[in-house]
């Protein structure tokens, strides 16, 4: 596929040379580690701070959010490939106000040793305190039972949101883990995949999909979905998404939720806002309220093409934390 | 190309039908006409009211920009098809607020005529005062002694921001369309097509472009460019960007503008911020301050790829229309 870069090698670090360049007043580089990046806002005394992370490649996530309202900080990987504990310890350095630090991310074998290295160094060698939640939402990683396989996909924004939030309430370490981790246990998400990206140093496709087929419940870096079969009308696909959904977590006729529906990079959002419309039809006929809708290019696979459905149960706390404003380069809530 | 839809003859109606559903405390349907959408939010009286408006498939153009701070109402056409004069003259009456109203467009036929015949209609059926301003930012749509003939692309967005904003200042019709027309003048566009996208109803793809082709100056539409050849480094491609531009308006040591970096649908966000990386550069060796900078997808063309550069120059009152907040479904600033 066509790339619009230079050298292969060097797309995360242009990336981010045109992102600090852009956005100097919400963000800045750490001098000790060119992947570590940090809010340039001010950030208040003892809030417990938010660091995110994962491979690049799936803009708005990570960097995208950091700003006020969600995230502190960011350690940046290679393309599909967890940051190495090095730049998420000088994050959690940077970012700690003595309260300490919570860690978000999807749960990748990368990113788990990663992280968990860089909080055992921040514990043992820095003294700070470091918390970690985990996303788990894609219902088609791994079967109910095996909840603890599960991967992180587009939930991860409403990870991001409640726990920013939730520090911003000067919530404490303990607390902010809580809700974080509260809110991806009421978070779902099934995705359908329709063409891959390529990485720019192999120029690889991710996967195959044969021409008029699509894959359900395929990863964001091209892990095996469910099930391949001929491209459905958007309303099937939508009733198939929302019914797996709706079969792994239990939501009460009355009960409220928020709805992500995220295009994971090449997908126009006239066929996200075809989606939308029809999840909210089977939301109504469940009797389940939409308390507030995202839909767009929240976290993607450079040019993949296909969505995912998430929806989050919302109680008061949540609702709470959805409603707090953001401002981050790329994601501003009034 | 894939497509998540239904039956596509509905793509329009679905779109709007599920914008409606996530956007509510935003933006209303007309009853007199489901293409008529205005915002839902209060409008201060004698405020001028904007209409904006075209084809669609260009999402976030146009129903994405209306909200505070930016546009009144949106005529929504087929996809890259003019809306016809009727739904244009119903958002006309319903966001006159007794100043009148001025239409902004891109200079392509059918919206030309169709805003034409509305604006005359609403003078002289509804005695509603009608100004407009035209979109022509697109460099390589005609050579500059026939300024007339070019196309307007993604200067369109700073052209709404700039004139939204002086309508919420208070300023008159002809002010506001003043300062539409100078925000006109003092923009320039210039992209690349790396890949075509398809309409729903023939599947076919927009343009062809050979393997490791690309094409300087392709339009929204598909419309020929000026130059077909091998894909260039994104370094290259910037450099011949703006070097079109800055031969085609003149801007000072010293001056400020603002820069925007469009994605036209599948473009990572990654390959945008590498652009925008070298744009910067650019600018900065002529002396040329960036005030404000934004990057990512604002007027596309539904799944192309490739890019635009878009510039303004910057005069004390264009950086204050910049600076006023926005808040609407796909693009808020604070």
């Known amino acids: 596929m066509k790339k619009l870069i230079n050298n292969p090698t060097n797309v995360v670090e242009e990336m981010i040379e045109g992102y600090m360049k852009a956005h100097s007043d919400y963000i800045r580089q750490l001098p000790e ?3 570590s990046l940090v809010t340039a806002r001010q950030t208040r005394d003892n809030k417990v701070g938010i660091l995110i992370g994962g491979g690049s490649g799936h803009e708005p996530g990570f960097m995208g959010y950091v700003g006020d309202g969600m ?11 967890s940051p ?22 999807g749960n990748y074998a990368g990113d788990v040793m990663n992280f968990g290295m860089a909080a055992e160094m921040a514990d043992l060698e820095e003294d700070i305190q470091v918390g970690s939640a985990l996303a788990t939402d894609d219902v088609a990683s791994a079967p109910k039972e095996e909840m603890e396989k599960r991967r992180g996909i587009a939930g991860e924004f409403f990870i991001y949101k409640a726990a920013g939030a939730a520090a911003d309430f000067g919530y404490n370490l303990e607390n902010v883990v809580r809700v974080a981790e509260k809110a991806n246990s009421n ?3 099934m995705g359908v995949g329709l063409s891959p990206c390529s990485l720019p140093q192999t120029g690889k496709p991710s996967f195959e999909l044969r021409e008029n087929e699509m894959e359900i419940g395929l990863g964001h870096h091209g892990e095996p979905g469910i099930e391949k079969g001929p491209l459905e009308t958007a309303d099937h696909v939508a009733d198939r998404l929302v019914k797996d959904i709706l079969q792994d977590i239990q939501i009460n006729k009355g009960e409220q939720v928020a709805v992500l529906i995220n295009g994971l990079g090449s ?3 006239m066929e996200l806002y075809i989606v939308y419309r029809r999840v909210e039809q089977l939301l109504k006929e469940q009797g389940i309220g939409i308390y507030r809708s995202y839909v767009g290019d929240y ?3 450079l040019e993949m093409g296909g969505c995912s459905v998430t929806i989050m149960k919302l109680d008061a706390e ?13 994601f501003v809530q009034k």
């Open 33 to 35: 580690n060119n992947r």
């Open 71 to 81: 995230a502190d900080g960011v350690a940046v990987g290679n393309i599909f490939a």
């Open 84 to 105: 190495s504990p090095d730049p998420i310890l000088e994050v959690t350095k940077a970012i700690d106000k003595g309260a300490g630090v919570v860690y978000l991310y």
């Open 187 to 189: 978070t779902r998400s």
């Open 267 to 269: 997908t126009p959002r």
């Open 299 to 301: 976290i993607t696979s």
């Open 318 to 330: 949540l609702k709470k934390t959805m409603d707090h404003p953001v401002n981050c380069p790329m």
